[in-house]
């Protein structure tokens, strides 16, 4: 397995290239540290943007919904699709307004995808599972026949991807330094809250360890 994925037209970060990223482990861990996909194609003419969960398993991305998805529908045709997942890190407040900017972790990734079934198919069922709260697959009831027979898994093998990440703080012009203006960054915290219990439990239960995990995760 190659460590980096090749750079062409279609990958190259082009504006402001220092902040490219092509590595797998970068392109991994922005992935990893995600939750939401945005899905790209084209069906009929029409381009679409669709946000998405997702997990990942290796250099694979898998993706799922309704059958009557008319993304996946469209998507299970093999036609080329993008995938980017965008991550916030602050803002980045300069003393003009042109400078102004956002440190942030993203990645986009170029591939085709393919439906799977049978094995594999529940397999990435957890794997997009897991992906959201590890440990909350083995806690629930898994999926019915029927449940599975409405669902539609796709598989995207990764064949091209770049990261862009821009960390620090503004870079104004050299003349602007002078001004009587504040400038700095506001970082950004995930901030995840106390749990909340379905109200129409029907018995009262302690908090799963995977969710207890997934805050301290957060911490």
């Known amino acids: 397995m190659s460590n980096s994925y090749p750079i062409n037209s279609r990958n190259k970060v082009k504006r402001v290239p220092n902040r490219g990223h092509y590595d797998q482990k970068t392109v991994f861990e922005v992935l990893d540290a995600g939750e939401i996909a945005h899905v790209s194609f084209v069906?009929?003419?029409?381009?679409?943007?669709?946000?998405?969960?997702?997990?990942?398993?290796?250099?694979?991305?898998?993706?799922?919904?309704?059958?009557?998805?008319?993304?996946?529908?469209?998507?299970?045709?093999?036609?080329?699709?993008?995938?980017?997942?965008?991550?916030?890190?602050?803002?980045?407040?300069?003393?003009s307004a042109f400078h102004h900017s956002m440190n942030y972790r993203s990645v986009v990734l170029f591939g085709t995808a393919r439906k799977v079934e049978g094995d594999e198919k529940n397999e990435a069922l957890r794997t997009i599972s897991e992906h959201l709260i590890p440990g909350r697959w083995n806690e629930v009831r898994e999926p019915t026949d029927k449940e599975l027979k409405g669902t539609m898994v796709l598989r995207l093998e990764i064949d091209q991807a770049s990261a862009k990440i821009r960390t620090g703080g503004p870079k104004d012009d050299t003349e602007d330094y002078d001004l009587p203006i504040w400038a700095g960054t506001v970082p950004f915290k995930r901030q995840v809250l106390t749990p909340e219990t379905d109200p129409d439990s029907k018995a009262s239960y302690d908090v799963p360890e995977s969710v207890l995990n997934y805050l301290k995760s957060k911490e």
Do not use: N, W
Request: net charge neutral; aromatic share 6%.
């Open 43 to 95: 069906a009929d003419g029409q381009p679409f943007v669709i946000p998405t969960l997702y997990g990942r398993s290796g250099e694979v991305i898998y993706i799922h919904g309704s059958a009557a998805s008319r993304m996946l529908k469209a998507l299970e045709v093999g036609i080329p699709c993008s995938v980017c997942v965008t991550l916030v890190d602050g803002l980045v407040l300069a003393r």
